[in-house]
């Protein structure tokens, strides 16, 4: 089972507590595993814990049917490393939970170690938002801020101290830190500590100083590589060669349905998909302007154009009534606004940027779509599994294309670039499993195996090489062999009922299959400009050739429509 999902009349004192104080209602097995292994070696090192009101202090693992344990190997519960723990998770798959909720119930603060500002800046906003007063030590602070932030410790004011090894391992900080009594110390990025990854931090490797000197009981390293080398170091390092147990995160998701298609248009793929698809859905863009281009883009066809065929065709229920978006441009209040309405809504479409999901929670997402590709798979992962937390059956669907060689371009180093390139590389293979190709490509070796139906569009047969366009397009000209110019073509496209596209659109479509030689425009001076086939790949279907009406060319579309939306629309093809 992908998640535990809580039922009020059951709820043990870990499904209680996260409820209480983060409002969520679902709790991952690894979340729940490692949380419990923290509150346990906290008990048995004689911390204090409290758990949110009108519930007995007992421990999570004394639920009958709720062992932390279950499923794993006996083997990673060693009591020798009480208080230790290595957990494999990729980014973002929930980790700051596992730290979060400990920190909230056990009496004294944590610390929480990021090896650069950036994320040290996002984990205190995400923390104050939830009202938790977290206290950053950076660089260049004061004596009168530094001693502000030792006071606010030692008081309970502040559960949580959010640093980077630089910054505790100057002396001044070194010395101070066994007397604010640190319980909990908390790494993330711990992969940072291996020399032959991109994300090398020197200061990383004196990890295990920092906790020497803060002698707390507890400690927790969180890293998304796996390797044998990559966790020796981290046990070297970090745990001074003492051992530690190890957490594997899973980070299959069995109630998603992976699948991919290829097309010219996205925003008009989009626009299908979401008529397709179940809602609420999110659309991911990888820019700010994009997100809000798309939203005005899906409210236009939805309303303003009035399509006949949804009035017609679509049941009125299966509209996509509401489209926002969404992205870190907008103000606190607009981003407040969007987060309620988006929280409450049934059947809405937000459009966003990957700052989506920072401190929100809706478990109910059906479909999540992106319309560009992501920097990486755990990225991917990550943003993909914003849907069906809830458990249900739910859809990742990727979208790619000729526009992919902009986020190409956007890539800085030749890692970025290979980490697209594997991602864009899943997306075109029809030939192997999606859920598999994705946990390959994480280096995830645990357990794979496939939940049989509703698996991905390759497993139920049904995925598709190259873009959507090229073959509908392809039927047209080959039924209207040198009828058309582009612009000619395009204006009968965009005034068929049933294809509900706009000229433009279409346009570029064609455009772009000329330039790549899927259609070719006839220089002979009988047909100049006019459009005919290309070399088009052998095996497809053959059309029925028809003989085209010169002065009744509309009717004669209306009765042979291409395949394209049509199809579309008539049966979800993704
Ligand atoms: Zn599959």
Not at 61 to 85: I, K, N, T, V
Not at 100 to 109: K, N, T
């Amino acid at each position: 089972m992908p998640y535990i999902a809580m039922q009020n009349e059951t709820l043990d004192p870990l499904s209680h507590a996260v409820k209480e104080l983060f409002g969520l209602s679902y709790l991952f097995p690894y979340q729940r595993l490692v949380i419990a292994n923290i509150l346990e070696a906290a008990q048995a090192a004689g911390i204090g814990i409290s758990w949110p009101r009108q519930l007995p202090g007992e421990l999570p693992d004394e639920q009958p049917g709720e062992e932390p344990g279950e499923g794993l190997p006996e083997a990673l519960f060693d009591r020798e490393s009480s208080g230790r723990q290595i957990v494999i998770l990729p980014t973002g798959a929930g980790k700051s939970l596992c730290f979060q909720l400990p920190a909230m119930l056990m009496e004294g603060p944590s610390l929480v170690i990021y090896p650069i500002l950036g994320l040290m800046a996002d984990q205190e906003r995400r923390l104050a938002e939830r009202g938790f007063s977290p206290v950053l030590l950076r660089g260049g602070q004061s004596r009168e801020e530094r001693d502000a932030i030792w006071k606010k410790l030692r008081s309970g004011q502040s559960r949580f101290l959010i640093a980077n090894p630089e910054v505790l391992l100057s002396p001044q900080v070194m010395g101070r830190l066994k007397e604010i009594k640190i319980i909990h110390i908390v790494i993330d990025e711990a992969h940072c500590v291996s020399e032959w990854g991109e994300t090398f931090r020197p200061s990383y490797l004196e990890i295990g100083k920092i906790i020497e000197a803060a002698a707390a009981p507890l400690v927790t390293a969180f890293t998304a590589t796996a390797g044998a080398a990559v966790l020796q170091k981290i046990e070297k390092h970090i745990f001074g060669g003492r051992g530690a147990q190890k957490i594997v995160g899973n980070p299959d998701r069995k109630n998603i349905r992976y699948a991919a298609q290829g097309c010219i248009l996205r925003n008009l793929a989009v626009r299908d998909l979401v008529f397709a698809n179940a809602r609420p859905a999110i659309v991911f863009c990888s820019s700010r302007p994009g997100t809000e281009k798309l939203a005005r883009y899906l409210r236009n066809e939805m309303f303003e154009r009035a399509l006949p065929w949804h009035r017609e065709s679509i049941p009125r229920e299966t509209v996509p009534m509401e489209i926002r978006f969404y992205h870190a441009g907008l103000s606190r209040e607009e981003k407040k606004e969007t987060e309620d309405w988006f929280l409450r809504s049934k059947n809405a479409v937000l459009t966003t940027t990957c700052a989506y999901g920072l401190g929100i929670d809706k478990s109910d997402i059906r479909t999540v779509i992106h319309r560009d590709c992501p920097p990486s798979v755990e990225a991917y992962l990550q943003e993909s599994g914003r849907a069906g937390r809830d458990g249900l059956p739910s859809r990742a669907i990727f979208l790619w294309g000729p526009e992919d060689e902009r986020s190409m371009s956007r890539a800085r180093t030749d890692a970025d670039k290979k980490r697209i390139s594997r991602l864009l590389a899943y997306a075109r293979d029809i030939g192997s499993c999606r859920r598999e190709a994705l946990l390959d490509l994480l280096d995830y070796d645990g357990e794979k195996d496939s939940p049989g139906s509703s698996c991905c569009d390759v497993c139920d047969k049904e995925a598709r090489s190259g873009l959507r366009e090229e073959q509908s397009l392809g039927d047209f000209f080959r039924r209207n062999r040198r009828c058309y110019t582009a612009g000619e073509a395009s204006g009968v496209l965009a005034r068929a009922e049933n294809i509900r596209w706009q000229e433009e659109d279409a346009e570029e479509a064609i455009d772009y299959l000329i330039k790549t030689g899927k259609l070719k425009k006839l220089k002979n001076p009988l047909w100049r400009n006019k459009i005919s086939i290309g070399p088009y790949p052998q095996g497809q279907r053959t059309i029925k050739k028809l003989t085209a009406n010169h002065t009744n060319q509309h009717e004669l579309l209306q009765r042979n429509p291409p395949v394209f939306l049509w199809k579309h629309l008539k049966r979800p093809v993704f």
